[in-house]
């Protein structure tokens, strides 16, 4: 038996073909967190790169950041919302669950009908939806893919843990998959070490002051930084370099990398391993933006972007790595 796929399934290839983000209104500079974690605004500076970032307010609700992104991403592709086949939102910090945030994105904007569902892969799950989404259309599923990133990780803060609270914060982005006559988005490189689960997680002590309702008990993020730094500055560099090799390409040819913004130290580390050239611009939102876990790597883009660091359809290395501990990487051509 041949199954026969639709016209929309005999593309060629798949690409992202808009942008959108969202970034909550209020801005926390180091010295704010500072003296709360026992640290100096220069220290946390020097440990991590972070110089502020941003947390959402009471309006800015996750659905609230997830669809201004949408919506923006979707008037920049010029695709209509009711044109969406299916949407993506990559999350940990969607606390109820179900239904999944995604679902409410795409009663949100309008894509009435499309399909729906989360991924959860912390950290790395922009690189993984963005793999989904270009499957969905190159196979015929989808004719175009809403993929959303988006954190309230101020949510699950202990703000007085002086190994987190100073890196975290919160920020949603967007972008719109769809057809193209030749690959715009790499075949992923992923995978998983379950060994290494403790290195980031959420636990289940309450916090007082993240509560917000007196009968409930919400979870906490956890992280040893220390086993973080190791495992990726020691394995996701030939990760990153299989990424690049299957999508035909060599670093020289590559114009941006765009991992995600854990620490510039890591960042640092894995530009240095790939032995990037200097003609590549690489993101360092994580100064203004802090690790906004699976937005991070839309709104490094959408800053690169914005400040004409790097051209429209220039070939981009992403890489995306966290709790699990999980990771995944592909080359695409920026929107």
Known sequence: MTIELPAAGRVTGSRILGL?????????????????????AAWIESRSGVRERRFAGPGETL?????????KALAAAGVAPGRI????????????????LASEVAHRVGAAGAGAFDVSAACAGFPYGLALAGDLV??????????????RVSD??????PSTAFLFADGAGAVVVGPSDRPGIGPVVWGSD????????????????????????WPVLTMSGWRVYRWATSELIPVAARAVER??????????FIPHQANRLIT?????????GEHVAVATDIERSGNTSAASIPLAMDTLLAANTVRSGAPALLIGFGSGLVYAAQVVELP
Request: hydrophobic content about 45%; charged content about 20%; proline content about 6%.
């Open 268 to 276: 640092e580390a894995l530009s240095a391993g790939l032995g990037l």
């Open 138 to 151: 190159r196979c015929g599923s989808a004719e175009y893919v809403l993929m959303i990133g988006a954190e």
């Open 247 to 256: 999508a035909g390409l060599t670093p020289a040819d590559l114009e941006a």
């Open 194 to 217: 379950g060994s290494r689960a403790a290195a980031v997680g959420m636990s289940g002590f309450w916090v007082p002051e993240l509560q917000r309702q007196p009968e409930l008990k």
């Open 20 to 40: 959108g983000v969202y970034r909550p209104a209020n801005v926390i500079t180091n010295d704010e967190i500072a003296e709360r974690v026992g640290r100096t």
């Open 63 to 71: 659905p609230m950041m997830s669809a201004a992104a949408a919506e």
């Open 156 to 161: 699950i803060l202990d703000h007085e843990d």
């Open 85 to 100: 086949g299916c949407v993506i939102a990559a999350t940990t910090t969607h606390l109820t669950q179900m239904p999944s």
